[in-house]
């Protein structure tokens, strides 16, 4: 089920991204006191209570000249238009001002759910200056205080009242969802194309041809799938085109449907920063990972090719080193065969449930091979271990002091569990905590 999504909305200077931070949780956001210092839509999780959210900061919308300003309208507009919910934040030291009108007026025409925030109402004698935000037509206007963090819970609160229920597509649970990330033109569509055989997804050499994730049901060998195409993410100063309506965060609602995730490589331009920064999405949302490797029909070979290109992918992914390599050509259909055996593996260690007692003959054989690690005369002491989640497969490791699981002795252990289980494809997350 995807998260909904809220839209931090406002002219500049007005405290969104110190009110982003509070949210989150952390400083995401750069928050200094200059008009229009946010210049690119940042996204975050947050949650409140039981719900879950993907939330937006955007640069401000304004009507003057200042630098960067078309800029940072277009990626407010875009951020409205992907938003479930709009925080519209204006200043209650200033009053409502012309700007803020200019923004009201583009709210109004996005017909979403917007809840007013009047910020920097830092104590209650400030709170009879808010009413002059009534004329603004958004309703009941709420005081808060991002640099005290007041009156946040009451605002969370009504934006989740706007919160859509889920309505898409759901499947049976032996069905395997696997979508396909990826910078622009790394041929995504022609690969969902040559698995479905047929041209169900556009395919065009332009750059940011799908403009929104498309769901194709697809049947192989008696099993049934899901593939998820998204449009291609592009690096910062390109994603923000005003024509561009699709964003990273329609990729990341993808990869949250996801079981299996394929990041789509391009053969002929090699290994991207941005390749990277996309892989590490689906990582850190605990996904199967594939790396897939298309185009390689396209580029000359000898019989140490695809060793050094595998050498490169494994230097510049070192967080997926559990990640299986294919290489294939969407364009020729050579080696798509070798791609959904992959894909199941992936998805049933992604599962995969260990019993305890075998989980804890492997872990003390460990111990046993390479004695835990001290300091400042403590020594790591491991009582037991046991799995406490799935998707990812994730195991908490009881032990008599957590800040003595040392980094690389936890990456030891998870190396013995790789060993013993095998886990191809799938990350696993271990988890120190004191026994009481």
Excluded at 127 to 133: E, G, L, P, T, V
Excluded at 174 to 201: C, H, T, Y
Excluded at 364 to 390: C, E, F, S
Aim: glycine share 8%.
């Amino acid at each position: 089920m995807p998260k909904p999504v809220i839209a931090i909305v406002g002219r500049p200077n007005v405290g969104k991204s110190t009110i982003f931070n509070r949210i989150v949780g952390e400083r995401v956001s750069i928050v200094e006191d200059v008009p229009g210092v946010t210049r690119d839509r940042i996204y975050s999780s947050g949650e409140w209570l039981t719900h879950d959210f993907n939330i937006i900061d955007t640069g401000g919308i304004d009507i003057g000249d200042e630098p960067f300003l078309e800029q940072i309208r277009q990626q407010a507009e875009i951020a409205i238009d992907e938003a479930d919910v709009i925080i519209f934040m204006t200043n209650g030291r200033e009053g409502v001002t012309a700007a803020d009108e200019e923004v009201a007026k583009i709210l109004f025409k996005s017909r979403k759910p917007v809840v007013l925030a009047v910020n920097k109402v830092d104590n209650p004698e400030m709170k009879d200056q808010i009413y002059d935000f009534y004329a603004l037509g958004f309703g009941d206007p709420f005081p808060i205080s991002g640099s005290h963090g007041l009156g946040l819970g009451d605002l969370l609160d009504e934006a989740a009242k706007h919160f859509p229920k889920f309505t898409g597509q759901d499947y049976a649970d032996d069905v395997i969802k696997f979508s396909l990330i990826g910078r622009p033109n790394v041929g995504k569509s022609s690969l969902v194309n040559a698995l479905l055989g047929e041209e169900r997804v556009i395919v065009s050499d332009i750059e940011g041809t799908t403009r929104d994730a498309i769901d194709s049901p697809y049947k192989y060998n008696g099993k049934e799938y899901v593939i998820i195409d998204t449009a291609g993410m592009r690096k910062k100063g390109k994603v923000y085109e005003s024509t561009e309506k699709y964003s990273v965060l329609r990729a990341l609602r993808a990869i949250e449907r996801s079981d299996v995730v394929l990041v789509v490589l391009n053969a002929e331009e090699g290994i991207r920063e941005q390749d990277k920064k996309i892989a590490g999405y689906a990582h850190e949302a605990g996904r199967a990972v594939i790396i897939v490797v298309n185009k390689w029909d396209a580029i000359e070979k000898d019989e140490k090719t695809m060793k050094d290109f595998e050498e490169k992918i494994r230097a510049h992914f070192l967080f997926l080193d559990y990640a299986p390599i294919i290489y294939l050509s969407a364009l020729t259909k050579k080696r798509t065969h070798t791609l959904i055996p992959v894909i199941d593996q992936a998805s049933e260690n992604h599962a995969i449930r260990v019993q305890t007692n075998v989980l804890n003959e492997v872990v003390m054989d460990a111990v046993a091979m390479n004695p835990t690690p001290t300091h400042n005369g403590n020594r790591l002491k491991i009582y037991y271990t046991t799995q406490v989640a799935i998707k990812p497969p994730t195991f908490v490791v009881f032990v008599n002091d957590p800040e003595l699981l040392h980094f690389s002795y936890e990456r030891f252990l998870e190396n013995r569990i790789r060993d013993a289980f095998g886990f191809e494809g799938t990350p696993i997350r271990i988890f120190g905590r004191q026994r009481k």
